[in-house]
């Protein structure tokens, strides 16, 4: 048995190969590298250059290695973006999802699991959100995820696949080993973007909306390690695999933080200041989301170990010195 990680070279898909090297199991990744990096892959899985719309090529792979499972993070993530183009968002993240998923539906594969997001609920207000919450995504990016959370329960209702789909909230941080983290140039997660501000990568960063019903005015998220979401991954997986049915979870840590309190944090962290500057706010932005993750808990038997502001932002400061270094050029020998 195989797992088929689409997007496995990027951010949170390479936290997720290594989880599951980790664990034993063989890995195929798929992924176009349009912001992912061939280095970023554990050198145990298999790295295939390609685009999971293209329906031969899955279907192959499928084919080829066994694949019994397929964990789907390959898609555009950028709020702002899928507003100014909501028709690549449609393209990328729902139309190739449904090839991907009648790839799998056609090869026998069992078990998908589905990387959502909490953009799906819209605003929520700060309480904690359920997974039975109102759905009113209000940008094309977490629409698009919708419609792929649809797919894949008309799939599951008219094939027998069984998923599970993971809305994410604020996913930050990097792996406590060093071997991978955010590296896409022009990431636009908020902690990312503080860290490089502080290590003088970029000359400041704005606060976009100061304006928003939340205390300090800002916009409160719950922020995720990367590597208990790659967890709970895991953990869907094995639930899948042992007879677990169709699940659709929330995975956060059940508390937020607001934009300037981040911003302290990583002043906690780094130990100077940096250039901070105000903005009005950005379309498609809530002003508060966060995470009821009990389901999660419950079904998953997730226990996040990674639940520290401060320790999310060290790791992301740490993996942004290590890109330091890797950009570097070395003197001759």
Not at 97 to 113: D, N, Y
Not at 262 to 290: I, K, Q, Y
């Amino acid at each position: 048995m195989a797992v088929l990680v689409t997007g496995g070279a990027g951010y949170i898909g390479s936290h997720m190969v290594w989880e599951l090297i980790d664990a034993g199991e063989e890995v195929i990744v798929l992924d176009r590298l349009s912001t992912g990096f061939e280095w970023a892959v554990a050198p145990e899985a298999k790295l295939v250059i390609g685009d999971v719309g293209d329906s031969a090529l899955v279907s192959e792979l499928i084919a080829a290695h066994a694949v019994d499972s397929v964990i789907h993070f390959a898609g555009s993530i950028v709020v702002p973006e899928s507003v100014a183009d909501p028709l690549a968002y449609y393209d990328n993240n729902t139309v190739k999802t449904r090839a991907l998923i009648e790839s799998a539906v056609k090869g026998g594969v069992g078990h998908f699991i589905f990387s959502s997001t909490a953009a799906v609920y819209g605003a929520t207000g700060a309480e904690p959100v359920l997974e039975n919450a109102a759905l009113n995504p209000e940008s094309p990016y977490g629409r698009s995820k919708l419609m792929s959370e649809w797919m894949l329960a008309d799939a599951a209702a008219a094939y027998g696949l069984r998923y599970t789909a993971l809305r994410y909230f604020n996913v930050a941080g990097a792996d406590p080993k060093g071997r991978t983290g955010q590296s896409t140039a022009g990431a636009t997660h908020l902690i990312k973007v503080a860290g490089q501000a502080a290590l003088g990568k970029r000359p400041f960063i704005e606060v976009y909306g100061t304006d928003y019903p939340t205390p300090d005015g800002t916009c409160i998220r719950d922020y995720i390690h990367v590597s208990d979401l790659a967890a709970a991954h895991r953990l869907a997986l094995e639930r899948l695999r042992q007879g677990g049915t169709s699940l659709v979870a929330n995975c956060g840590y059940g508390h937020g933080y607001s934009v300037f309190e981040v911003l302290d944090s990583v002043r906690r962290v780094h130990g100077r200041e940096f250039d901070v500057r105000l903005a009005g706010r950005r379309p498609g932005d809530a002003a508060a989301v966060v995470a009821n993750p009990a389901l999660a808990r419950r079904e998953l038997g997730w226990s996040p170990r990674l639940d520290d502001l401060d320790g999310i932002v060290r790791s992301a400061l740490d993996w942004e010195r290590h890109l330091t270094m890797m950009n570097t050029p070395q003197p001759p020998a």
